[in-house]
């Protein structure tokens, strides 16, 4: 998509000045109009109407697109948006994906087109090109989408690594992988982590693949671990997958972390309410989100970005789903 710098360019003018005369604000010699009107006509440019309300301080506004709101990670890392949003004076408009592309690329569309300062996207469904395309300013939030586009994210594959070894040292020897969606990066690469543990083990684990909705991982969970019953350790992509999986333990009557030691991944709230109460590799989800908050927010007030890649380490929160004490 054709941006002000792109005019400027082919008017051989600064971005200054094409600013001037697409918002009305400040002198603009008719040969430099002209030039500009010449540049919009080759490159087919429509301006963007956010663009022009920023330019009027008349755009506050904030859109981020989840994938799942039902899924708890994704409300934590919203409300550390909208409240480092908030400090700054903007505010937020959450729109809820369902994981549809059809619905992702409406809502981009609209919010782009429209009223929005920017976008946090935690979504990655489309090809990078179209997010890269967008004439606002965009921030991805959880998941990469591409190293042109400024990114807050965690570091998976060696969380997932971290959390495996430590089924492996407190004694689990027949590990189950609950993967997440194939095709997911995050997903991908919270695979690649566990195997690379598992590997080092020489141990050939169980793999199998869910959405990351509870009831439909519940049935996947349960099934392999009737047609499995020596599974004694769970590594889950995701803590909502963790959590299905101690309900299918229970319902089994498998005791935890006796017979089956379970080990998350994302660090929700929820994970301390469960009995007992979840390991998981925890990611500092307010710690994300107010950074890519941040990170937009200089992009829209067009600040020097302090960084624009932004890779967070997980920590191990050991809890009660695994042994207390490391197996010697």
Known sequence: MVNIKDVAKNANLSVATVSRYLNKNGYVSKKSSERIEQAIRELDYKPSSIARSLSKKQSNIIGLIVPD?????????????????WSYGYTVVLCNSDEQTEKELLYIERLSQTYVAGLIVTTSLMDPSVYMSINTPIVALDRIIDVAIPT???????????????????????????????????ADDRLTGFLEATDEQGLDPIVVTTSFDFKDAAKVIEQTLMLHPQVDGIFASSDTLAIAALHIAHKLEK??????????????????????????????????????????????????????????????????????????
């Open 255 to 328: 005791r935890v972390p006796e017979e089956l030691q379970i080990v998350g991944f994302d660090g929700i709230a929820l994970g301390e309410m469960v009995s007992p109460a979840l390991t998981t590799v925890g990611q500092d989800l307010y710690k994300m989100g107010a950074a890519a908050a941040t990170m937009l927010i200089e992009q829209i007030e067009g600040k020097e970005m302090k960084q624009t890649i932004l890779n967070i380490d997980a920590q191990l929160i050991v809890r009660g789903t695994t042994r207390k004490e490391a197996a010697k």
């Open 152 to 186: 807050v994210a965690t570091d998976n594959r060696k969380g997932a690594k971290l959390g495996t070894k430590y089924l492996l040292t407190n004694g689990a020897e027949n590990l189950l992988c609950i993967r997440g969606p194939q095709g997911l990066k995050t």
């Open 69 to 85: 709101i039902k899924n708890p990670y994704f409300p934590e890392l919203a409300r550390a948006v909208e409240d480092m949003a």
